[in-house]
């Protein structure tokens, strides 16, 4: 959880709002803690996408055992948590309007990035391969 608690650090630094009310996150991973986190902290609206579809709803439900009484039958039950996941998707691309995400983020970000867009000195520095 050492990361969630960056991402909103980070959002409060530059904000006065006490929440996010839309947050765009990629590379949602298996479980979608981030966005589950998030979601019992008060987030009404969530945009989860990722390269591939790896969310399982067995381990989402792992995940909501710990924090919430909410289950989930399919993904698409995500909705009724405020939370859209897109997989497989393209982030370069999302067609969402300017200005109407408040914060977006990623735990493991390199690895979202296609080498031909990742800066030379992000593949040097960081041992980037792809």
């Not at 399982?56 to 039950?77: A, F, P």
Request: charged letters at 25%; proline letters at 3%.
């Amino acid at each position: 959880m050492n990361a969630r608690k960056k991402h909103i650090a980070a959002f409060h630094k530059y904000t006065v709002r006490s929440i996010a009310d839309h947050v765009f996150e990629f590379g949602a991973g298996w479980d979608l803690c981030s966005a589950l986190a998030r979601h019992t902290l008060g987030v009404r609206k969530q945009t989860m996408v990722d390269l591939n579809r790896l969310a399982l709803t067995w381990q989402i439900n792992h995940v909501l055992n710990y924090i919430s009484d909410e289950k989930i039958s399919h993904l698409k039950d995500l909705e009724n948590l405020g939370i859209s996941y897109l997989a497989p998707f393209d982030a370069r691309c999302t067609g969402l309007p300017d200005s109407s995400v408040d914060l977006i983020c990623s735990t493991n970000t390199l690895e979202q990035i296609p080498s031909v867009d990742a800066p030379e000195e992000a593949r040097g520095k960081f041992g980037y391969r792809r």
